[in-house]
């Protein structure tokens, strides 16, 4: 499984692109040629058309098939042009928009055919479980849905469902993009009192990277750490490494095995866009991102993640019922922007797009003074008068994240649209809100000690509420 926090950047060239779709194209032609299962074809359908939307994105124009990169067509049959430019792109490997705003969500929505999480839900959310709804949810933040509204049946009938989420440990210092969905896991995990599953694909990050087994199973227990600091419940929380967890449980890997048998090779290649010239290794986690123990078939599962990840458990809800398990519900949330603005993600690659976990709190001042993509106008009096755009700085951004308090949020954002608030100044109350969250969560990682990592990845009953029910690991 790839990062659920934040999905791994990297653009194919036109000509790739071109390539790849005259075979996805020609997969799809086979697939219905020789009568395939109707969700092997969705599957490479829904590929062709993100192919071809990226291949838009791009090159300004539409895909065509006597037309390839180099040989344009004659200037009336290209439209506009540029339209192209408007559209996003996002698979579990590339995030992609020209929009200082970001990602247009609504749209994506619609293209993963998911369902938005709404007022009803959110309220619902406040009924079942007696509390405020978090701050991610009042905002739009975790903004996506599949099946919520199951998962919320089972609870309000006593009956049990597990949260998972996961990390692909590709670095040893996380940076604040990757707390999100463990922020709200943990949040998630507190109110409904719940067990927890987290996955770390050191696996994958080995195929994927150009790192040793020793280096990718190193950054998922320094990761683990990170995770742990985040304050989950030990008794309810069980964290695993891939390269451990597969050899040491002959029931997870015969799980694996079976998703394994119902996932061909055209359909991971129509999801996930592998070639011939991908590491055979690679296809191979896909199908062991759904989390399966002891055998159990009637619990269900809740996986809060980035929306980027989404396909990967679009796979795994349509093998789970042919093997006898419920299909995982799915939270999504929005990207969190890199510094230098929402058309990215934040990269561990690069250390000034991202406030990481290891920063100080001087690094953290530099980096926003210097790199957080403003809003604002460029002088002070033009400022005053036209006011800062909140949609697309970054401080803003950040703040929606972090900063608490919905109405000092609101004043912030009235301020700074208005002229009141000048780029600086917004700068500082970001900078003050995260100094202080990056320096408790260090305070609490110190507590983390080898041994308690060790008791969070040892398989166990985990505790669990309704009917005495425990949840092996």
Not at 136 to 157: K, V, W
Not at 184 to 203: A, C, E, G, S
Request: proline fraction near 6%; charge should be negative; glycine fraction near 8%.
């Amino acid at each position: 499984m790839a990062d659920v926090a934040n999905g791994k950047q990297g653009r194919a060239s036109p000509l790739e692109l071109f390539d790849r779709i005259a075979a996805q194209g020609e997969l799809v032609r086979s697939l219905k040629a020789g009568s395939a299962p109707q969700d092997e074809i969705a599957s490479a359908v829904q590929m062709l058309l993100s192919l071809k939307m990226s291949y838009k994105a791009a090159m300004g124009e539409d895909y065509r098939a006597d037309c390839p990169p180099g040989n344009p067509a004659p200037e009336s049959d290209r439209g506009l042009g540029g339209a192209g430019a408007e559209e996003d792109f996002v698979d579990p490997w590339t995030v992609q928009t020209s929009s200082a705003k970001g990602i247009d969500y609504d749209k994506l929505i619609v293209r993963f055919g998911s369902s938005k999480i709404d007022k009803e839900l959110v309220s619902r959310i406040e009924r079942a479980t007696g509390q405020r709804p978090h701050r991610f949810l009042r905002r739009g933040i975790f903004f996506s849905h599949r099946d919520m509204n199951q998962i919320l049946d089972a609870y309000e009938n006593k009956k049990p469902f597990y949260l998972y989420t996961g990390r692909g440990p590709s670095s040893e210092a996380m940076h604040v993009g990757h707390l999100i969905p463990f922020i709200f896991t943990k949040w998630l995990q507190d109110v409904f009192n719940v067990p927890l599953v987290i996955q770390m694909t050191d696996d994958e990050k080995y195929l994927w990277k150009d790192l040793t087994l020793d280096q990718a199973h190193g950054y998922a227990v320094e990761n683990a750490k990170d995770i742990i600091a985040c304050g989950f419940d030990g008794n309810k929380t069980f964290i695993f490494s891939d390269l451990d967890y597969m050899g040491s449980s002959p029931g997870f890997y015969k799980n694996v095995v079976k998703i394994q048998k119902h996932v061909t090779f055209n359909q991971v290649k129509g999801i996930f866009g592998f070639t011939d010239s991908d590491s055979i290794g690679k296809s191979s986690p896909p199908p062991a991102a759904l989390p399966i123990f002891r055998g159990r078939t009637d619990i269900q599962c809740l996986i809060p993640c980035a929306i980027d990840q989404d396909p990967y458990f679009r796979m795994t809800r349509d093998v789970a019922p042919r093997i006898g398990y419920p299909k995982p519900a799915l939270l999504h949330s929005t990207f969190f922007p890199a510094l230098q603005g929402a058309q990215t993600k934040m990269s561990a690659s690069d250390p000034n797009s991202s406030i990481f976990l290891t920063d100080t709190a001087k690094q953290i001042k530099t980096k926003v003074n210097k790199h957080a993509f403003s809003g604002g106008r460029d002088t002070v009096e033009e400022h005053r008068e036209l006011g800062g755009n909140c949609d697309v700085d970054v401080s803003f951004m950040y703040l929606t994240f972090f900063l608490e308090d919905d109405d000092k949020l609101e004043q912030i954002r009235k301020d700074y649209t208005s002229g009141a608030m000048l780029t600086g100044e917004l700068k500082k109350v970001l900078i003050e809100v995260l100094q202080p969250l990056i320096a408790e969560h260090q305070a609490r990682r110190k507590e983390v000690t080898d041994e308690i990592v060790k008791e969070f990845m040892t398989p166990r009953p985990l505790s669990y509420d309704f009917q005495s029910f425990c949840f092996d690991a």
